[in-house]
């Protein structure tokens, strides 16, 4: 059984219902501030770790919009969404680029297409260049990766040569790795290697940069 709320806990648990059937999608720390005339960030945590200690919501760990209410109506709870940080641009053209693995830029995204991936291991990445735009990857699109080290033909991935970075199509042959463009542009040639490069993870899905409202990019200085 659900224990009884105070009353402030009571208003919070309303937005929060008001929210995610308004706009099908939980609010966040701010939101819930203003809405109420709180004070302070702090103070909505409280209330928050008390419902969900009550058993009244779940809050999902690596997420902005990250409530979910216990015994809801799924239909209401369908999304939420997942902060994944934005690493360096990375060349579709050629190995230009230096990686920075510094992060000061983070694309929201549904967590319907992270799936079962552990959260941890999903970054994004904005490509540089066309030499990628037989596979739907234009310059300015964000990529979603996964990061692994493992691949199979045919995946497309992101490669590091030294100190610099690359999306194309991974070919393992028996004594070389390839890495193909996929442009119909014949200044794009394949990159042989032998030694001294890395996969850093493979491609999920690409989302075009020029459909991407301001809103749907929160930029944040990380101090380390």
Known sequence: MQKALTPNQQRVLLVIKQYLTDLGASPTLRDIKEKLGINST???????????????????????????????????VKTFLISVPVMAS?????????????YDEFLEVDNNIIGNRNRADIFAVRAIGDSMNDAGIESGDYVLIEKTEICQNGD??????GDMVTVKK???????????????????????LHEDF???????????????????VVYEKINN
């Open 198 to 216: 890395k996969i850093a993870g493979k491609v999920i899905c690409t989302i075009p940069g020029g459909s991407m409202d301001p809103t749907e």
């Open 42 to 76: 702090n103070t909505v945590v409280k209330h928050l770790i008390a419902l969900e200690n009550k058993g009244y919501i779940v809050r999902h760990k690596h997420a902005k919009r990250n409530i979910e209410l216990r015994n809801g109506d799924p239909s209401k």
């Open 90 to 102: 990375v060349g579709c053209d050629d190995l230009s680029v230096v990686a920075d693995e510094k």
């Open 156 to 161: 497309r991935v992101v490669a590091v040569v």
């Open 170 to 192: 991974f070919e393992k042959r028996s004594d070389v790795i390839v890495l193909r463009p996929e442009s119909k542009d014949p200044k794009y040639r394949p990159i042989i």
